[in-house]
């Protein structure tokens, strides 16, 4: 027999079933963002931010679902604009400013100090320190002669010195001046100097703040820089050959500037996993979504079901209006290349196919680039210039 709800007791109960699904459903959602974010937040071991934390727990205990999502929001909003202050930290700042200045060290002939110069330019410090404590191994083990002992100190001094001349060089600052309109020679001026030069300038307060933070992390930056440019020199001054004792303070050095680049890094990488999380979060609650049921808080009393949402729809995994990726499998034959492409990275020994020409051009793309940069004065640019000149009509010849 037919059962018919003549006092719709049985649709009450269906509604009431539901709702309860979707408050456990919004708590698993609650919880799950919130043990993301944590993840993330707690490699900081920031004490204020375990404050900020504690707020997460707690949240998915009671509450409609919306409501439970709202205030998981607000949350995480807090949380994210604390991770914003302390991004906003001159620490923060003088750890890409550092890394910028590394990235603009020059190659080297001798295959360690290409490691080493490599690890720097890259970012990648932990690298750096290994290549230090692997060569403090073989020092101690004793298997350098006493000539390559001398050989790599010369090097390891001629690192400090560029490392020096980078952390006497104030371009991060003169970038910021320039794309406000502002003489670059601006940033030799102490801090009171400066500050006093922008208000004539007639900047902002908030600009003026932000400067002098930039100002502050540039210092705080060639400050790191010197430092380990400052232990670097250290190794072999005395006698002229390296000891290994000697390469331990620019270890310590690169262990410290690693752990600042790690900071900044977690502290990205958790704005980022804040922002996915409320994006997640905010799925239903004023935002755009894909199809879903509606809520059935707030249901009237006639006929029918929830209303289902209109958004974007998932794309079609049929084979009709779907993406594939592909990739042709072939192999290179006669003809001339088309797209070619150089990145830095160390040398390797073996035959040159490189035309010449090829060659010459390159080397005058660099140099008139180091010219514009004043890597190479300008009185020498008509020599430069010449010097090319003369080897292109050279690759003329037979």
């Known amino acids: 027999m037919p059962q018919k709800d003549l006092l719709g007791l049985r649709k009450k109960e269906q509604q009431h079933q539901q709702q309860a699904r979707q408050v456990e459903q919004a708590k698993a959602e609650v919880q799950q963002t919130t043990n993301a974010v944590k993840a993330v937040v707690d490699q900081l071991d920031d004490p204020a931010l375990q404050e900020e934390l504690k707020k997460l727990d707690g949240l998915a205990q009671a509450g409609q679902p ?62 750096a320190a290994n290549l230090l404590g692997q060569l403090q191994k073989d020092l101690a083990a004793g298997k350098l002669s006493d000539q390559q002992r001398k050989d790599l100190a010369e090097q390891l001094q001629q690192l400090a010195k560029e490392l020096q001349r980078l952390a006497q060089n104030r371009r991060e600052l003169e970038q910021e001046l320039e794309k406000l309109g502002l003489d670059k020679k601006l940033a030799q001026m102490n801090e009171q100097q400066l500050r006093q030069a922008l208000q004539q300038q007639g900047l902002k307060p908030e600009q003026i703040e932000q400067l002098m933070q930039k100002m502050a992390a540039c210092q705080m930056a060639a400050g790191k820089c010197s430092g380990l440019a400052q232990a670097l020199a250290a190794c072999g001054a005395g006698s002229g050959e390296l000891s290994a004792d000697e390469l331990s303070e620019a270890m310590e050095q690169l262990d410290a500037l690693e752990a600042m680049r790690q900071q900044a890094l977690l502290l990205q990488a958790g704005l980022d996993r804040i922002a996915g999380c409320i994006g997640q979060l905010g799925g239903g609650l004023g935002a755009q979504g894909p199809f879903r049921e509606g809520e059935i808080e707030g249901a009237g009393a006639g006929t029918g079901g929830p209303g289902i949402g209109f958004g974007p729809r998932d794309s079609d995994t049929e084979g009709q209006t779907g993406t594939k990726a592909t990739r042709t499998r072939n192999q290179a034959g006669e003809g001339p290349v088309i797209a070619s492409w150089y990145f830095k990275d160390t040398q390797v020994k073996g035959e040159a196919r490189r035309d010449f020409t090829e060659v ?28 090319f000149g003369q080897l292109e009509q050279r690759g003329k010849q037979p």
């Open 66 to 127: 919306q409501e439970l999502k709202r205030e998981a929001i607000k949350a995480l909003g807090d949380l994210s604009e604390r991770l914003r202050q302390m991004q906003g930290d001159a620490r923060i700042d003088a750890a890409s400013m550092m890394q910028q200045m590394l990235q603009r060290l020059r190659g080297s002939t001798d295959p360690f100090s290409q490691q080493l110069r490599m690890a720097l330019a890259k970012g990648d410090l932990a690298q």
């Open 360 to 387: 010459v051009q390159a080397g005058r793309a660099n140099a008139a680039e180091a010219i514009s940069e004043n890597q190479i004065p300008r009185k020498y640019e008509d020599a430069v210039k010449k010097y």
